[in-house]
Nanobody
Framework: QVQLVESGGGSVQPGGSLRLSCTASGSGFNNYDVGWYRQAPGKQREFVVNITHGGGTNYADFVKGRFTISRDNIKNTVYLQMNRLKPEDTAVYYC????????????WGQGTQVTVSS
């Protein structure tokens, strides 16, 4: 079973920055599409951004121009650079990995808390 571990969350002021990391166990990471989702208290989990096994990216409108996703397949890690953070970005951020061509192999991390406040 693939395990995902998120890190890099914390508390920052509006306009600040954080870099989240999602590291996967095992081999074959280059065959997975990886995405970030977030969930605020009382709200459903929502899509933030993903990066495909081929390196293509898709961003939710509310983070375009502020967040950047990247991946390092040698390190089995996906990064999410978050700049110009807003209070409404406050949420638990979850990493998701899905094996390309086989939806049976889909995994979630435990999440990392991001808090943006004055």
């Amino acid at each position: 079973q693939v395990q995902l571990v998120e890190s890099g969350g914390g508390s920052v002021q509006p306009g600040g920055s954080l870099r989240l990391s999602c590291t996967a166990s095992g081999s074959g990471f280059n065959n997975y599409d990886v995405g970030w989702y977030r969930q605020a208290p009382g709200k459903q989990r929502e899509f933030v951004v993903n990066i495909t096994h081929g390196g293509g990216t898709n961003y939710a409108d509310f983070v375009k121009g502020r967040f950047t996703i990247s991946r390092d397949n040698i390190k089995n890690t996906v990064y999410l650079q978050m700049n110009r953070l807003k209070p409404e970005d406050t949420a638990v951020y979850y990493c998701n990995a899905a094996l390309y061509g086989n939806s049976r192999y889909t995994y979630w991390g435990q999440g990392t808390q991001v808090t943006v406040s004055s």
